[in-house]
């Protein structure tokens, strides 16, 4: 009798597949946001935490670290690219790179600090659920050293 795999466990996606993904996502988000209201709102906000969430449900478990280091990379990489071509979206017209980059990241770190929390919270659960299935091993657990007698 197979066990059905449980939602911690249904994850098969390579890890390459889910960041670009998650990225051409956001850049259609982050188009849509800017075409609305000619500004990057809260509704870039929702699209990021739950593309973070998706991200951490979709990937393969070998590939669980791309996913754990993505949603910092990904909303700091949305941001240079917004100060860029659209700085007013993100900061101050007359505002350098650095401090867009830093006024864009602080207008929308809640949704930074959601998407990664929930990110490493899921991870860490499909990884224990994961061992607990017995679908991936334990580490061995590391034997004392013995002392050489001379």
């Known amino acids: ?8 466990e249904e994850g098969r996606q390579p890890g390459r597949l889910v960041t670009h993904t998650a990225a051409a996502v956001a850049l259609l ?7 609305l209201t000619d500004d990057i709102t809260w509704i870039f906000d ?3 935490v739950l593309l973070c969430l998706a991200s951490a449900l979709t990937v393969r478990p070998r590939d669980f670290f791309m996913v ?4 910092p990379l990904l909303m700091a990489v949305t941001i240079v690219i917004l ?3 659209a700085r007013g979206s993100v900061a101050d017209e007359r505002d350098g790179l650095v401090q867009a980059l830093v006024s864009g990241l602080a207008h929308h770190a809640g949704a930074l600090v ?8 899921v991870l860490a659960l499909r990884q224990v659920a994961l061992r607990n299935s017995g679908r991936i091993r334990r580490r061995p657990a590391s034997r004392p050293r013995q002392a050489h007698h001379a």
């Not at 754990?68 to 949603?71: I, L, Q, R, S």
């Not at 959601?114 to 919270?121: E, N, S, V």
């Open 83 to 85: 100060a860029v071509v």
């Open 46 to 48: 929702v699209a990021f």
């Open 114 to 121: 959601t998407g990664y929390a929930l990110t490493l919270a």
């Open 1 to 8: 009798m197979s066990s059905r795999r449980t939602l911690w």
């Open 68 to 71: 754990g280091v993505f949603p």
């Open 29 to 35: 988000v982050v188009i849509l946001d800017l075409a």
